[in-house]
């Protein structure tokens, strides 16, 4: 049995001699369900509460694995088909191979710069923390940073993250405002903002960028 949910194909196999259900994720970010349960409605209820785990999971492996589709991409925390994204997906068509790496790399650029401005002002207010100025670009080893001007700068790549990773991100380098280290202060803070920022920090630990 086949199961789409969330735009993700997962192969389901009803085995009763299984006492729980076990989910599977392959390195070609096939999902596959083993579980005893038999009604399809019982099964589907199982998969929804399970859904942010795959999504999860999938972007991680198609983090570390960039080249996993070339017609697929990555983007907030969704591993999605570029027919998903027109404009990118006509150019790409239209292009040589070769400049297909650029083409996306400008995509990320031009999304970073149009939603992170957004978010990083609207999450500035929540905080009263307001950076003396704001820089977008690719980085290769941090998600973000924030320099002792008050300057912070975030990744492009930022846009590869689910939502709530990438707003851990960024209240993380707006603390550094107020604590200009990883201070016990500074996580208080943070966390006490983002309560869930302790799961936050391990799941982007095991992100690559």
Not at 17 to 28: A, D, K, T
Not at 122 to 136: D, K, N, V, W, Y
Not at 141 to 149: L, M, V
Not at 189 to 209: A, C, S
């Amino acid at each position: 049995m086949q199961i789409e949910l969330e735009g993700v194909l997962i192969t389901v196999t009803i085995s009763r001699r299984n006492r729980n259900s076990y989910l599977r994720i392959g390195s070609n970010g096939h999902v596959r369900l083993s579980t005893p349960l038999v009604r399809e409605s019982a099964i589907r209820t199982l998969l929804h509460q399970k859904m942010e785990w795959i999504h999860a999971k999938r972007a991680a492996l198609e983090a570390h694995s960039p080249t996993l589709d070339p017609s697929m991409l990555l983007f907030e925390g969704l591993v999605q088909p570029l027919s998903a994204f027109p404009r990118l997906h006509a150019q790409i068509l239209e292009a040589p191979v070769q400049t297909h790496p650029l083409l996306i790399e400008r995509f990320y650029i031009a999304k970073a710069k149009m939603l992170l401005p957004q978010e990083l002002y609207g999450l500035s207010q929540e905080l009263g923390l307001t950076p003396s100025a704001l820089r977008i670009r690719k980085l290769k080893r941090q998600w973000g940073n924030c320099n002792a001007k008050g300057c912070i700068t975030l990744n492009t790549h930022l846009l590869k993250l689910r939502p709530e990773l990438r707003r851990y991100v960024i209240a993380h380098e707006l603390c550094h405002l107020r604590h200009m280290n990883h201070s016990r202060d500074f996580y208080d803070l943070l966390h006490g903002f983002i309560p869930e920022g302790v799961m936050l920090r391990k799941e982007l630990r095991q992100t690559k960028l």
